[in-house]
Nanobody
Framework: QVQVVESGGGLVQAGGSLRLSCVAS????????MGWYRQAPGKQREPVAR???????IYADSVKGRFTISRDNARNPVYRQMNSLKPEAPAVYYC?????????WGQGTPVTVSP
């Protein structure tokens, strides 16, 4: 079992920056993917940025050049620095961890970007 807890969401103006953090605990040695997803109201949850043991670091095209994912101490904690935020529908950002059998999700942290 793996537990993940996010923090750092909030309200920010367009063009500003925000840093999200995720702390994982439990059997983190078995995790082979860890990163971030987001979900806007009425939309599916989508990947934003993640570390993978096989394919390295992967970013969604919509955030390349603006968002950076980093980590301390191998896998924990995982940060996501979001720069040049665009005004768009509010979304909840979820930390995600994956081992061979299960996907683990945090409770989510909301992010709102004002014009």
């Amino acid at each position: 079992q793996v537990q993940v807890v996010e923090s750092g969401g909030g309200l920010v103006q367009a063009g500003g920056s925000l840093r999200l953090s995720c702390v994982a605990s439990g059997s983190i040695g078995s995790v082979n993917v860890m990163g971030w997803y987001r979900q806007a109201p009425g939309k599916q949850r989508e990947p934003v940025a993640r570390f993978t043991s096989g394919a390295g670091t992967i970013y969604a095209d919509s955030v390349k050049g603006r968002f950076t994912i980093s980590r301390d101490n191998a896998r924990n904690p995982v940060y996501r620095q979001m720069n040049s935020l665009k005004p768009e529908a509010p979304a909840v950002y979820y930390c995600h961890a994956q081992d061979r059998a299960y996907a683990y999700w945090g409770q989510g942290t909301p992010v709102t970007v004002s014009p």
